[in-house]
């Protein structure tokens, strides 16, 4: 056996023993600690090198945008004097509503928009699970934080903050085997929950046996839900499963409003909104 | 200089397939570039070289998921050992066998990923049947402009001359 050989065979077996650990204690505070040293280390390379693509595709639709620019900067600023008027009545109607809400012991409804994110990795391998977004805890994202996926017009849940870096936090999707939210067809109120299936498709389990589904329904995010405000979309009912006799309950799978393959921009949300 | 020139090909493989996976995935489809690196640097200089690549870039790929972290990293260590020991008893040197390798050992790759899901997460991470025929083809398509990357800036060391003595 050459030195080579004696090198390469020690080097395995440290390389997979500290696999191993990895793999065995990844809730360990050595292992957790030895993670955020890894991203810490690794993140930087593949985040700058996104900055600088960002840039250079940017360029052509920069320039075209710079040229019609000013005419638009004209016909804001036409617009801003016009708004001033606009808001001074906005005030007004918030500061009337805030006072009848008091009156009424009625809470303000509706979750905060921390801010709007990017997605900025996606891994073929973590397809169906996960993304990372370019806003991370200075930007104030916060753990759990519900995040929505936009696509054209359409806003739907997309999944929540599981890691936070600096810049950067990790979207844990609606589609993965880890994820749930508490739902309702808000036709005709049967509530149940939807699971990830680690596929583009999600279940929505323990709907009432007498529940009348169809597909084309639309699913939203219950009331009940923990995590996500309530009436956000989800997707709609693309197939009903046949009834199983043994089961106290009906299934149906749903396909997303927003497909977290096609994402590109995401909204966070205040995790507080519901405490 | 050889080393700077290394961490230029580590820091290159982790840049182009962040941009690569994120930009231009077609249905969900793309080359997984570190698993082809390291298969060129195990196929040209050896084990221990394969190895150190493969484990860096394996922790590289495990960061950007959430499913059981080193996993990746045990995968492409052993790939890495595997590639330096072949390269022994086969002429790794020319394309048809390079492409034959990495077509045979990306479906090997991701069915170990799956695997270690369900040894430390008690279920399979079960890539699609699309991900798995597919990948290889789209590894083979860029593996001659790996092998040549690979080719330029990783020199061969010492230990190469050693191992071919």
Known sequence: MNREKRVATYLLLAFSLVSLILLSLPLTGKVQTFRWVVSYVLSPAPFYANRAFDRFSNIPS???RLISADLELQEARRRLTESELVRAEADSLRLENERLRGALGIQAAGAKVIRWARVMQRDPLTWNRSVMVDAGAEEG???NAPVLGV??????ILGRVAELGAHTAKVLLLSDELSAAAAYLPGQGWEGLVQGQGSARLRLNYLPVDAQLTVGSEVCSSPTSATFPANLRIGTISKVFARDPFLAFQSAEVSAAVPPSVVKEVMILDPAFSK | MRQLEGLFVFLLGMAVHWIWSTRFALWGLAPMIPLVLTIAVASRNGSVAGECYGFAWGLFLDMLGMHVFGASALGLTLVGYFVGTLRRNMDLASLPSQLMLVAGLTPL???FYGTMGLVFEHRFLWVGWK???????????????CFAVVHRFVRSGRTNEMDLS
């Open chain 1, 62 to 64: 920069d320039a075209a």
């Open chain 2, 131 to 145: 991900l798995l025929l597919l990948t290889p083809l789209c590894n083979c398509l860029v593996a001659p402009f």
């Open chain 1, 141 to 143: 994202v916060k753990l």
């Open chain 1, 151 to 156: 696509q054209g017009s359409t806003v739907a």
């Open chain 2, 109 to 111: 790759f991701l069915l």
